[in-house]
T-cell receptor, first 117, second 110 residues
Framework: DAGVIQSPRHEVTEMGQEVTLRCKPI?????LFWYRQTMMRGLELLIY????????DSGMPEDRFSAKMPNASFSTLKIQPSEPRDSAVYFC???????????????FGPGTRLLVL | ELKVEQNPLFLSMQEGKNYTIYCNYS?????LYWYRQDPGKSLESLFV?????AVKQEGRLMASLDTKARLSTLHITAAVHDLSATYFC??????????FGAGTRLTVKP
């Protein structure tokens, strides 16, 4: 398996522009997570989906952020309009219940480095 | 509000030495994870600890969990330079929803 795939890997945009980050989870995984990582705030959970349904979006900073998971193999995180304080690395992770539960964990994608000027 | 506290946040150690990283958390949980992150890279799973008294070892790293004390430790034995990275603990909130600590940045010097 190719692992969790994220695109783009790097994004530079100007304040006010719309940004869309994409994620393809590992095939067969039924949970998907979006995180944001900054030096100041560390690793924050933004939202997670279970079986394509958003379960907890309490970490989404504000209405400028939205996330969708239209099917089991694709999710987007959109920021509109973007602001400089949104600059961060955004990670997508996926997981699935396993028969051997002590191997259940989240598998992280490579991340998208976002810079908003 | 759940708190996951790691200490130390920064650790510089000599090769060959031993040290322990601590992870305290404020809510009941029976599952805890340790991850490693190299600079500019993603997070890599190291250990999944499922129950009180769980201990797992991989190479020079050993992780343990005390759910009664709400404490996990990551012990480093005879450190080598390749272990330099940031180590995160994460507490399971249910359904694989994890909350991460701030991370411990480890530097191993020759």
């Amino acid at each position: 398996d190719a692992g969790v795939i994220q695109s783009p890997r790097h994004e530079v945009t100007e304040m006010g522009q719309e940004v869309t980050l994409r994620c393809k989870p590992i095939s067969g995984h039924n949970s998907l997570f979006w995180y944001r990582q900054t030096m100041m705030r560390g690793l924050e959970l933004l939202i997670y989906f279970n079986n394509n349904v958003p379960i907890d979006d309490s970490g989404m900073p504000e209405d400028r952020f939205s996330a969708k998971m239209p099917n089991a193999s694709f999710s987007t995180l959109k920021i509109q309009p973007s602001e400089p304080r949104d600059s961060a690395v955004y990670f997508c992770a996926s997981s699935s219940p396993l028969a051997v539960i002590d191997q259940e964990t989240q598998y992280f994608g490579p991340g998208t480095r976002l810079l908003v000027l | 509000e759940l708190k996951v506290e790691q200490n130390p946040l920064f650790l510089s150690m000599q090769e060959g030495k031993n040290y322990t990283i601590y992870c305290n958390y404020s809510t009941t949980s029976d599952r805890l994870y340790w991850y490693r992150q190299d600079p500019g890279k993603s997070l890599e799973s190291l250990f999944v600890l499922l129950s009180n008294g769980a201990v797992k070892q991989e190479g020079r790293l050993m992780a343990s969990l005390d759910t009664k004390a709400r404490l996990s430790t990551l012990h480093i034995t005879a450190a080598v330079h390749d272990l330099s990275a940031t180590y995160f603990c994460a507490v399971d909130m249910g359904s694989n929803d994890m909350r991460f600590g701030a991370g411990t940045r480890l530097t191993v010097k020759p």
